[in-house]
Every structure is written in C-alpha cells, then in structure tokens.
C-alpha cells in the first residue's frame, strides 16, 4: 500500500489522524499490505513515478512483485474506513519475503 502525501495539506492530516491512526481497522490492514508512506514535496522529481498524482492524499494499492495496481486507487476524501475494510476483503494475504 503506498500513501501518497502533501506536507501541511490539511486534508492529508485529516485522513492520517481519522483514518490511518491505529485502531483495529489499521492493524487488520497491515495483516494484508505493507504501508509505505511517500511525501510529495512539489519537486521535478518524483520519488515513484508510477504512482505519480496530482490529489493529495493517493492511495495506491499494489502488487510488491509487479507493481500494478491491485485496486482502484483512492483518492482524498474516499479514503474512508469503510473504504479500507472493503479493500481489506478483497486482498489476497500477505505474501512471506
């Protein structure tokens, strides 16, 4: 899982706080993904282009061996509880590295 975030974007620190902050929900998620958090800084370069967005904060599920999506991203406002449990539901489990 790769969570795209704009420092001081009151959005993203509203869905970090409400949504990714522990829980019981979060720790059912990391039995499913790796969370990687990746901060946009309004830089020429961009730290994985291809998950490159212009919404912030961007969810990007994906496969850690293709990298392709695995499902649809979510954006802003979408990143929800109940949107991260029903991604949790549809994940296959967590592959051993």
Same mark, same amino acid.
């Not at 974007?9 to 979060?26: F, H």
């Not at 998950?51 to 979510?74: D, G, H, I, K, R």
């Given at each position: 899982? &790769? *969570?795209?975030?704009?420092?001081?974007? $009151?959005?993203? #620190? !509203?869905? +970090?706080?409400? &949504? *990714?902050?522990?829980?019981?929900?979060? $720790?059912?998620? #990391? !039995?499913? +993904?790796?969370? &990687?958090?990746?901060?946009?800084?309004?830089?020429?370069?961009?730290?994985?282009?291809?998950?490159?967005?212009?919404?912030?904060?961007?969810?990007?599920?994906?496969?850690?061996?293709?990298?392709?999506?695995?499902?649809?991203?979510?954006?802003?406002?979408?990143?929800?509880?109940?949107?991260?449990?029903?991604?949790?539901?549809?994940?296959?489990?967590?592959?051993?590295?």
């Amino acid at each position: 899982m &790769v *969570l795209v975030i704009k420092p001081h974007d $009151a959005p993203t #620190q !509203k869905i +970090v706080r409400e &949504v *990714l902050s522990g829980g019981d929900d979060l $720790a059912m998620l #990391q !039995k499913r +993904v790796v969370a &990687v958090m990746v901060q946009y800084e309004g830089r020429v370069s961009y730290p994985i282009e291809n998950y490159y967005t212009t919404q912030f904060p961007s969810l990007f599920v994906v496969n850690p061996y293709s990298e392709l999506l695995v499902a649809p991203p979510l954006y802003g406002p979408s990143i929800t509880k109940a949107a991260l449990q029903r991604l949790y539901k549809n994940l296959p489990a967590k592959p051993s590295l």
